[in-house]
T-cell receptor
Framework: ETGVTQSPTHLIKTRGQQVTLRCSSQ?????VSWYQQALGQGPQFIFQ???????GRGNFPPRFSGLQFPNYSSELNVNALELDDSALYLC???????????FGEGSRLTVL | GENVEQHPSTLSVQEGDSAVIKCTYS??????FPWYKQELGKGPQLIID?????GEKKDQRIAVTLNKTAKHFSLHITETQPEDSAVYFC????????????FGQGTRLTINP
């Protein structure tokens, strides 16, 4: 059984640029949640996707957007990058909207 | 919205001793309280969880207690081992189950041999 995989593992962008992060959910899981983890902090909920629809959003601006595809993989897009967007972005899949979260290893984004 | 406070931020114990990490939450509607272990370079991994209709849950060396009246919950690790060294996070679920989790700030646990 393949776990949650994320790509890329590391990337560096400059302020104002756009970034796309990708996540493949665990087999059989139809729900994906994205979290932002700043250095030395706990993860913060960005949004959740269930069967290709956004199903809940945290306190993040509209320049954070996402997609979920028919195979339940997902993308996180961030436009107009700011220095404070530097963080580890974690994707978690689950069997359903309330199920146990299985996290990937994250994508480390650095904004210069 | 929900706010979760976690203490201590760092904890160092001798191998074989017990470790206790405490969290408080603010939203009385929260009903799901998981604990995660995060090792260096890895994503968080669920180690134990408890729901609001249960006061205590145990899984081998790990136990969690919940006091809904006081809005606090704790993680207890007994007979600590070097592989228990990691960052531990508590979280509270104000939505359904593990939906929209609000995490604490984390506790770096170090087990000294």
């Amino acid at each position: 059984e393949t776990g949650v995989t994320q790509s890329p593992t590391h990337l560096i962008k400059t302020r104002g640029q756009q970034v796309t992060l990708r996540c493949s959910s665990q087999s059989g899981h139809n729900t994906v949640s994205w979290y932002q983890q700043a250095l030395g902090q706990g993860p913060q909920f960005i949004f959740q996707y269930y069967r290709e629809e956004e199903n809940g959003r945290g306190n993040f601006p509209p320049r954070f957007s996402g997609l979920q595809f028919p195979n339940y993989s997902s993308e996180l897009n961030v436009n107009a990058l700011e220095l404070d967007d530097s963080a580890l972005y974690l994707c978690a899949s689950s069997l359903d909207v309330a199920g146990e979260l299985f996290f990937g290893e994250g994508s480390r984004l650095t904004v210069l | 919205g929900e706010n979760v406070e976690q203490h201590p931020s760092t904890l160092s114990v001798q191998e074989g001793d017990s470790a206790v990490i405490k969290c408080t939450y603010s939203d009385s509607a929260s009903n799901y309280f998981p604990w995660y272990k995060q090792e260096l370079g890895k994503g968080p991994q669920l180690i134990i969880d408890i729901r609001s209709n249960v006061g205590e849950k145990k899984d081998q060396r790990i136990a969690v207690t919940l006091n809904k009246t006081a809005k606090h919950f704790s993680l207890h690790i007994t007979e600590t081992q070097p592989e228990d060294s990691a960052v531990y996070f508590c979280a509270a679920g104000p939505g359904q189950g593990a939906q929209k989790l609000v995490f604490g700030q984390g506790t770096r646990l170090t087990i000294n041999p």
